[in-house]
């Protein structure tokens, strides 16, 4: 484990919200007003993590690109889950798990609204190959708007071999590519699926697909050839959910 800075409003109220006990300080700047700022610093000193204030240029150092919008936090981060956590995730979901698999989506804007997205859509876990992700950053933090705390990343040493783990637990696995006639609207998605997308400009790599059951495509009737990652992973997550929800 080590300490990270979580940056911004959203990020560091899910961060005193969903795991307090993590959270070793809180900077605000100097002279900050904004009443969301104000009650964060107080709602950390009630949880007894320490408040100080400092100038601006301290916060901007520890943010680095991130916009801190006048509060950040010091965070003891947990080493995000590895592969020995699939199975356990897969058996507390049951015949609702939903799972996200990224392979090779390192942009970390991108990263952290892929698992908002995972957040909102309930989703079992999200899981990145361990030598190609950018990890729990404070810009992904900040992406996600508090959905890094709240859905499992697991960082699979191999995906394929991370990808034959949920097959043999029963889940139905299905990638997303151009060049199939399929469309994400005529695969089944009810029951235990996993989802899984590639990098925008290489889509998945060849042995990640080859171990998918499905290979569907997000129909686009108009003149463009591809959905920024963030985007399809909102439209097939719900879409999953969508289906689920239908009763016929």
Not at 12 to 38: C, I, P, T, Y
Not at 116 to 136: F, N
Not at 152 to 161: E, H, K, M, Q, V
Not at 227 to 236: D, E, Y
Request: proline share 5%; net charge neutral; with cysteine.
């Amino acid at each position: 484990m080590s300490d990270s800075w979580i940056v911004g409003i959203n990020p560091v109220e899910g961060a005193l919200s969903n795991d307090a006990s993590r959270v070793r300080e809180v900077l605000v700047e100097q002279g900050q007003r904004n009443a969301r700022v104000q009650e964060l610093a107080t709602r950390a000193k009630e949880l007894n993590i320490p408040v100080h204030h400092r100038p601006r240029e301290q916060l901007d150092r520890v943010s680095g690109e991130a916009r801190h919008q006048g509060v950040v936090a010091r965070y003891e981060a947990p080493p995000m889950g590895s592969e020995n956590d699939i199975e356990g995730l897969l058996e507390a979901a049951g015949q609702n798990a939903l799972v996200l698999v990224l392979d090779g989506v390192t942009d970390p804007h991108n990263l952290g609204a892929c698992l908002r997205s995972a957040a909102a859509a309930g989703a079992t876990m999200v899981i990145v190959p361990k030598d190609r992700a950018v990890g729990l950053t404070p810009v992904v933090r900040r992406a996600s708007a508090g959905g890094a705390d709240r859905v499992p990343l697991i960082a699979a040493t191999n995906l394929a071999r991370a990808l034959r783990t949920l097959k043999d637990a029963g889940v139905w696995i299905t990638g997303l590519a151009g060049d199939t006639d399929e469309t994400v609207y005529g695969i089944d998605m009810r029951g235990p699926v996993a989802l899984v997308l590639g990098s925008e400009g290489e889509g998945m790599r060849r042995l990640t697909r080859e171990t998918c059951d499905f290979v569907a495509k997000i129909p686009m009737p108009g003149a463009m050839e591809s959905l920024n990652v963030s985007v399809a992973t909102g439209i097939v997550l719900f879409e999953a959910l969508r289906q689920r929800s239908d009763k016929r």
